[in-house]
């Protein structure tokens, strides 16, 4: 069992950054580490991803450019940097493990955390 956590969220005007973390119970040596975003009347995206082994990165086109996944050392915490912020941005962020995040089979989430971009 894995449990992650999320934080570092919050309130930003339109072309500010911020930074979310997500930290991981215990070591993810295997598969993929996601960041999704979902907001309220919309379905779920996965904005960005990074298979924890290889560090092959992951984005949707809609942050490509803007957004940064990365992980540290420990491979314990995954990070999404998120420049260039715009309104549609505005979601609650969620992390997620999975074996292989190209076929969505999430088997651990975090309970998210809000970002909200305004104009």
């Known amino acids: 069992q894995v449990q992650l956590v999320e934080s570092g969220g919050g309130s930003v005007q339109a072309g500010g950054s911020l930074r979310v973390s997500c930290v991981a119970s215990r070591y993810t040596d295997s598969g993929c580490m996601a960041w999704l975003r979902q907001a309220p009347g919309k379905g779920r995206e996965r904005v960005a991803a990074?298979?924890?082994?290889?560090?092959?990165?992951y984005y949707a086109d809609s942050v490509k450019g803007r957004f940064t996944i990365s992980q540290d050392n420990a491979k314990t915490t995954v990070y999404l940097q998120m420049n260039s912020l715009k309104p549609e941005d505005t979601a609650r962020y969620y992390c997620?493990?999975?074996?292989?995040?190209?076929?969505?089979?999430?088997?651990?989430w975090g309970q998210g955390t809000q970002v909200t971009v305004s104009s």
């Open positions: 997620a493990h999975a074996y292989d995040c190209a076929l969505g089979d999430y088997n651990y």
């Open positions: 990074i298979y924890t082994r290889s560090g092959t990165t």
